[in-house]
């Protein structure tokens, strides 16, 4: 009878501690979400969106689209996905495009989108801001070049685009978007507090020590210690918004070094939300070689190729560069 009592309030204990982890996590990057949200939405209600939109319509020339499709990416790059999902279904009848143009739209929208939100969670990690939306615009436009360059040579996914889901229109009022905006959050914490659980469950069975284990040939390669493995895990498979709490936790522990912390997220801004958002992309009717394969491979190479060139690089110009040096508590070098 004691042992069980002992058991209940040793549960009750856990999951006290679980949601106090959980709340602080989250509210490290509500406070980011929710004011840069809000200024977002009024950008939106005075049409910069759609002039950023036009814009970029002579850009999308470069990569095999038309310029209507502007305006898709830019609804991407300023909001999320699924704003820009919605322009993407009302443009189709009148423009339409093929798998080929699908697959690079989508991932150029894959490599850069929700840029408000995940480029200050990014800075807030330690990263400079102007870094990272440089190698995120830029990625993402070069990914979209070689892509179309590879499918128009060898006439690949050549046929007409019939996405297999097309989401309903939002809600236009302030008060359906405070609605989205509130499920969000809710969102967030679920997620959140369910992977905080499941971590303390690794960690107890000893399954994070066996993926740092088979991370580490691939980190090594690409320049990073065993460390980095939680981070890079955390964004490639929940993403920059959704993980951004447990991110911004990670970076700031003081268990990582900058390097580590600045290539992960570098890793992780061009490739992240492998699951969700590849799907999203997928059902829309982009193509998995593009919004998966190229995409993955496009970020290994460019992480690879940025740790050899900043190897060479003094931490003192890292950090004016590249990092800001008194934002989160990371050590110069990698402990034993």
Request: proline share 6%.
């Amino acid at each position: 009878m004691a042992d069980g009592v002992a058991v209940r309030q040793r549960v009750v204990a856990e999951g006290r501690a679980l949601l106090r982890e959980a709340g602080r996590t989250c509210w490290a990057v509500f406070r980011i979400i929710i004011p840069v949200s809000i200024a977002v939405r009024f950008l939106q209600q005075w049409g910069l969106v759609e002039q950023l939109g036009r814009l970029l319509g002579p850009v999308m020339s470069l990569v095999g689209l038309p310029g209507e499709m502007g305006l898709v990416w830019a609804t991407a790059l300023l909001t999320n996905l699924y704003a820009a999902m919605v322009v993407f279904a009302a443009l189709l009848p009148d423009v339409p495009v093929t798998v080929a143009q699908t697959t690079v739209l989508t991932t150029m929208m894959l490599v850069a989108h929700g840029l408000p939100v995940e480029l200050r969670i990014c800075q807030k990690a330690g990263p400079r801001m102007r870094v990272v939306v440089v190698i995120r615009l830029l990625g993402a436009l070069v990914l979209g070049v070689v892509l179309w360059q590879v499918y128009s040579r060898a006439g690949l996914l050549a046929g007409p685009n019939v996405p297999v889901w097309r989401p309903p229109p939002p809600d236009p009022t302030w008060w359906g978007w405070a609605r989205g905006q509130a499920a969000l959050m809710l969102k967030i914490f679920g997620i959140i507090l369910a992977l905080l659980g499941l971590m303390r469950l690794l960690e107890r069975i000893g399954a994070v020590r066996l993926m740092d284990r088979v991370l580490a040939p691939v980190l090594r390669v690409l320049g990073m210690t065993p460390a980095a493995a939680p981070l890079a895990i955390i964004g490639m498979t929940l993403g920059i918004s959704y993980g951004g709490g447990l991110i911004i936790r990670q970076a700031q522990s003081g268990r990582l070094a900058k390097r580590d912390i600045f290539f992960s997220l570098v890793l992780m801004s061009l490739c992240h939300s492998i699951i969700e958002d590849t799907l999203l992309m997928v059902a829309l009717g982009g193509h998995v070689s593009g919004v998966l394969l190229a995409r993955g491979a496009f970020a290994l190479v460019v992480t690879f190729a940025l740790v050899k060139v900043l190897g060479r690089v003094s931490e003192r110009t890292f950090d004016r560069w590249f990092f800001r040096a008194s934002a989160p508590p990371a050590r110069d070098k990698p402990g034993p």
